[in-house]
């Protein structure tokens, strides 16, 4: 079946940008999404992208698309501790309607 | 807009036990997931209902898990018996309609832990 990776861990300092990849291999992928998971709760959707779309930007977060490599990121700008939680990447091909998660990358935001 | 609720928020057992979880979805979201997220791993579907009716259980373990969603709206998902292996969060998960685009977008409730002594 289809895959979705990621790294499982990313550590920051407070205040820096933080930058979360993830690479999949279906090539017909039409929307791309990033969930949060903060301890204890559910996820969160956070942003969806378009495989048409090589950018979209929403207050701190950018989410950059390359189609061609299959890389997904997710940029957050000036994080915070609050940012601290599992960010999981997730893909829904063509004629598939039930996304693909990746494992989550745990980030940790140290003052 | 309310979000989707799940209870109970955690659930102890003994393994070979029974143990049932209830989830209302967003209003008005025709469809519904069960997702199964052992520790360390994304969320795996076991269920998805459109309104009443099941559209795809096929990784559902049948042996031991049951779910049904009479009404079209609350869901129950069950297990019976129990083992260890079942030990994870249960998040259900709604959307407005089964579709790829941005109407299929799936919004999760806050998920049930159960740890199967």
């Known amino acids: 079946g289809e895959d979705v990776e990621q790294s499982l861990f990313l550590s920051v300092r407070e205040g820096d940008s933080s930058v979360i990849n993830c690479t999949y291999t279906d090539s017909s992928s039409t929307y791309l999404y990033w969930y949060k998971q903060e301890p204890g709760a559910g996820l969160q959707l956070l942003t969806y992208i378009f495989s048409n779309m090589d950018m979209k930007q929403d207050q701190r977060l950018t989410v950059l698309l390359n189609k061609k490599d299959k890389h997904l990121s997710l940029r957050i700008a000036d994080t915070q501790t609050g940012d601290s939680a599992i960010y999981f990447c997730?893909?829904?091909?063509?004629?598939?309607?039930?996304?693909?998660f990746g494992r989550g990358t745990s980030l940790i935001v140290h003052p | 807009e309310a979000g989707v609720a799940q209870s109970p928020r955690y659930k102890i057992i003994e393994k070979r036990q029974s143990v049932a979880f209830w989830c209302n979805p967003i209003s008005g979201h025709a469809t519904l997931y069960w997702y199964q997220q052992i520790l360390g791993q994304g969320p795996k579907l076991l269920i998805q209902?459109?309104?009443?009716?099941?559209?795809?259980d096929s990784q559902l373990p049948k042996d031991r898990f049951s779910a049904e969603r009479l009404k079209g709206v609350d869901s129950t998902l069950k297990i019976q018996p129990a083992k260890l292996e079942d030990s994870a969060v249960y998040l259900c998960?709604?959307?407005?309609?089964?579709?790829?685009?941005?109407?299929?977008?799936?919004?999760f409730g806050p998920g049930t832990r159960l740890l199967v002594l």
């Open positions: 209902f459109q309104n009443n009716g099941v559209v795809d």
């Open positions: 998960a709604s959307s407005l309609r089964f579709a790829g685009g941005p109407k299929g977008t799936q919004y």
């Open positions: 997730a893909e829904k091909g063509l004629g598939s309607y039930i996304p693909t």
